[in-house]
């Protein structure tokens, strides 16, 4: 038992220093991350059978911690329904906040600008960055 408590500290002293694990991607990461969650679960099943409910209770929190770091897979870009947008220019102009007269330069300037911030790999909604791209797509054709 105390090899799994010091393994698991390991990790959690690896995971809280920011450190990234060499050859671990997500996939693995989450893999990794269960089968740990269910080795401290059957570890605190076992200890609370012996009778020593202490160290049962702390293997049943690090499994729990450890189970609710497990991410589940992001939709693809396939599974999510496409939105049909149909923009007119004021509206597309009021979205990227550039005025009538507003170059290609300006208009792509205003597009990066804001797709930094809306875009969903940066906290952003995939509904908001394909409003930013219709916007854009419309000025751009004109």
């Excluded at 920011?18 to 570890?43: D, E, K, M, N, S």
């Excluded at 990066?112 to 940066?122: E, F, G, I, S, W």
Aim: include cysteine; hydrophobic fraction near 50%.
């Amino acid at each position: 038992m105390l090899y799994l408590a010091l393994g698991c500290a390991a990790l959690a002293a690896l995971f809280w220093l920011g450190g990234r694990i060499p050859g671990l991607g997500r996939r693995q990461w989450r893999i990794l991350t269960a089968a740990l969650a269910v080795t401290a679960f059957a570890g605190g099943a076992y200890v609370g059978v012996r009778g020593e409910w202490g160290r049962a209770i702390v293997l049943l929190v690090i499994g729990l911690w450890l189970a609710s770091t497990v991410r589940t897979a992001r939709p693809t870009a396939a599974a999510a329904p496409k939105p049909s947008l149909s923009l007119g220019d004021a509206e597309a102009r009021s979205i990227l906040g550039v005025g009538p007269q507003a170059t290609t330069a300006e208009i792509q300037a205003a597009y990066a600008r804001l797709m930094r911030v809306a875009h969903p790999d940066a906290g952003g909604t995939d509904g908001l960055a394909a409003q930013l791209n219709a916007a854009r797509d419309r000025l751009l054709k004109r």
